[in-house]
Nanobody
């Protein structure tokens, strides 16, 4: 059983930056591709970014390309989401997730929520205008 604990959320002004962290425990970090999703009030959970087991493949939703960067540190069992040029529409609860990749290989990273096996409890990000 993998536990995921997010941190780093908070209140920031438009144009500001935050870095979210997600520490994983209880499993072999290198077996998992990692993802970030978010859910705004009254909306469905949506994909934000993902990174492969190897760390060499990443993918982003179009809304955050060029502003957000996902990375991972295997020594710390931690995945990060650096968020720059934040906008009010980025306001949401951000969730970290882990995909136990069995067949996709070390460069696989999916945007499909139903492929992720474990989820964190979320961290609130609020961007004021």
């Amino acid at each position: 059983q993998v536990q995921l604990v997010e941190s780093g959320g908070g209140l920031v002004q438009t144009g500001g930056s935050l870095r979210l962290s997600c520490e994983a425990s209880g499993g072999s970090f290198s077996d998992y591709a990692m993802g970030w999703f978010r859910q705004a009030p009254g909306k469905e959970r949506e994909f934000v970014a993902a990174i492969s087991r190897s760390g060499t493949s990443t993918r982003y939703t179009d809304a955050v390309k060029g502003r957000f960067t996902i990375s991972r540190d295997s020594a710390k069992n931690t995945v990060y989401l650096q968020m720059n040029s934040l906008r009010p529409e980025d306001t949401a609860v951000y969730y970290c997730s882990a995909d136990h990749v069995r067949f996709g290989g070390v460069h696989y990273a999916t945007n499909r929520a139903n492929e992720y096996d474990y989820w964190g409890q979320g961290t609130q990000v609020t961007v004021s205008s």
